[in-house]
């Protein structure tokens, strides 16, 4: 995967976790600003961290490779919401040509 593609790291204990890849050496995976997903009754969202309870990571965040099960590149929709909670900045999603 390429640095600096919004993924999502998926753990052995079935916890989604989104970020942007800053590094993937032997052991370990490094994200950047990484964030849980959790399932409201409104549906996706980004927890302020990578558990319910823990303070909020300011900037790399480093996962041994021994809990990831896979790492994918994010969907567009939860990738925009990632920058947004992170950067403050509003990407727009891709949309089609409305007639």
Known sequence: MKTGTVVTMVMANGAEIVGKLVKEEMMTIVLYKPRMIQ???QGVGLAHGICMTGTEPKGDFE???NSVMYVVETIPEIA?????QTSGIQTPVQGGIIT
């Open 39 to 41: 399932a409201t009754q």
């Open 63 to 65: 996962f041994s490779k």
């Open 80 to 84: 925009s919401g990632w920058t947004t």
